[in-house]
């Protein structure tokens, strides 16, 4: 699992670790027993003074890692033991605990957005028609450029220049297909 903050990834033991989410579960088999994905690092918290839990592996491991990793059997199982066992625990609360359990947990995030909804609107509908747009493109053609990413330095420059955001911007800063 992973989410893009900064375009950095994150793990989801990272996750776990900052409260992001309640829970993960392995999927991996190796000698049909359950293992950890290999690419982070959960055998410990800290390396000189560095919380590491849930950070990427880097180097030999990970390469080992990646190796493993197109191999390895998946296995929802425990995944569906655990959604399986919240859903059995919400099933079995009385109706006005379920509304409060759920309102409970959405209470942070609703109050938030209440105070940032007008703002973040109209960011995001800027966003999505520029920068955004320029990233998702830019992901979802890495198989045919080999980047992932748009060339931001070539981006500002040109913003900075004055360049009208159009098809011209956009194909001077997006990858070009491989041959």
């Known amino acids: 699992m992973w989410s893009c903050v900064s375009c950095e990834m994150w793990s ?3 996750m776990k670790r900052l409260g992001l989410v309640s829970k993960v ?3 991996l088999k190796k000698d049909g027993q359950f293992v950890r994905n290999p690419l982070w690092i959960t055998d410990r918290w800290v390396d000189d ?3 590491v839990f849930g950070e990427a592996v880097s180097g030999a491991d990970a390469k080992t890692a990646r190796e493993f990793l197109k191999t390895a059997p998946t296995d929802f199982a ?5 959604v399986n066992d919240m859903a059995w625990t919400f099933s079995n609360l009385m109706p006005g605990c379920l509304i409060n359990s759920v309102e409970g947990i959405r209470l942070k995030k609703k109050f938030f957005w209440d105070q940032a909804k007008v703002i973040n609107r109209h960011w995001l509908a800027a966003n999505m028609a520029t920068e955004a747009f320029l990233g998702f493109n830019a992901f979802n053609t890495k198989k045919i450029t080999g980047v992932d990413t748009i060339d931001f330095v070539k981006y500002r420059q040109l913003l900075n220049e004055g360049a009208r955001l159009d098809a011209d911007l956009f194909e001077a800063v997006i990858a070009k297909p491989k041959k």
């Open 25 to 27: 579960v392995k999927v």
């Open 78 to 82: 425990l995944l569906d033991k655990a």
């Open 12 to 14: 989801a033991y990272k």
């Open 49 to 51: 003074g560095e919380i």
